[in-house]
């Protein structure tokens, strides 16, 4: 049996949440997910694309939550998040959204922790807020522009109207197919750990609405990323970095590793042999980056 194939899953089983959650309004119909534990310096943990809070909990909170106040959040328009369709895509928009939340929940100056997708939104939210942020670490972010598989799946949802209307389709034809080829594929070289097969919700990543959030999201990293390589040099906020040497999602030589050249207080670090979800198999890597933003490691 090949890697990608060695685990069962299914778009309509796990609906219901894995982790308990609550809901911040944001007003105008927007909402906010989180789930939170622990005690200590807050961190806050944001997920990649096609993923939801389960994705970072999973993997980090067991291991984080012991020194920390650990907040993961679904991203604005996945899991159980709510946002307005075209306004609230980007990842500049979703770091604001995610700070209007923690404002309002009475958390001051996180270290927050983004993987993929979500630590473009991390970096953006340093950026945004940096006398409120503790510390940024990001996880195989996306830092420059690039061409983008994502962009051509579900991109084409973007557009009002042809989204509406090809996205119920979509879900009931080829993406049951289509995600959970995804899913599998993203953990490459590595295979799905068994608990998450078993544990993640993948109907919260998965549906019409998510998949046109997929595809907003996808088409604006183009601006939104070329608004931040003009904004890294003035960076104020220290900022760790991780890729995997050997990730067949992002390219970390030409994202986060160029980006910590470019970054005055960065730090990129090579996670040898890890794939792009490094967090599931490498969290004592994480703890010590974010040990070493909090200054507890030098």
């Avoid at 789930?35 to 984080?64: C, F, K, Q, Y």
């Avoid at 630590?119 to 409120?132: D, I, M, N, Q, R």
């Avoid at 019409?208 to 904004?231: F, N, Q, T």
Wanted: charged share 15%.
């Amino acid at each position: 049996m090949s890697r990608i194939a060695s685990l069962p899953l299914a778009l309509d089983r796990m609906a219901d949440p894995t982790v308990p959650r609550r809901s911040v309004s944001l007003g105008e119909g927007r909402s906010l997910a989180y789930a939170e534990a622990g005690e200590g310096p807050p961190l806050v943990l944001i997920h990649g694309t096609l993923l939801a809070l389960e994705d970072m909990w999973l993997a980090l909170e067991p291991r984080l939550s012991r020194h920390h106040r650990v907040i993961a959040v679904d991203r604005p328009g996945h899991g159980l998040s709510a946002r307005h369709r075209l306004v609230d895509a980007s990842p500049w928009r979703q770091a604001t959204l995610i700070h209007e939340a923690l404002q309002s929940l009475g958390i001051e100056r996180p270290i927050v922790i983004g993987h993929s997708f979500g630590g473009t939104v991390a970096l953006c939210y340093g950026l945004l807020f940096p006398e409120e942020t503790a510390g940024l670490l990001a996880l195989a972010p996306l830092c420059f522009p690039e061409i983008r598989l994502e962009q051509i799946l579900f991109g084409p949802r973007f557009t009002p109207g042809l989204g509406e209307m090809i996205g119920p389709l979509l879900a009931g034809t080829s993406d049951p197919t289509l995600l959970p080829l995804l899913w599998r594929a993203i953990f490459l070289p590595q295979i799905m750990p068994e608990a998450v097969a078993k544990s993640f919700p993948f109907a919260l990543a998965s549906g019409p609405e998510r998949m046109i959030a997929e595809g907003e999201d996808a088409l604006s990293v183009w601006p939104a990323l070329s608004r931040a390589a003009l904004s890294y040099t003035r960076c104020t906020v220290p900022v760790g970095i991780l890729g995997g040497t050997a990730d067949l999602v992002v390219n970390n030589a030409l994202q986060g590793a160029l980006a910590a050249r470019a970054i005055p207080q960065a730090r990129f670090d090579w996670v040898p042999g890890a794939g792009h979800m490094l967090h599931h198999f490498h969290q004592d890597t994480v703890a010590a980056a974010v040990d070493r933003l909090a200054g507890r490691l030098p």
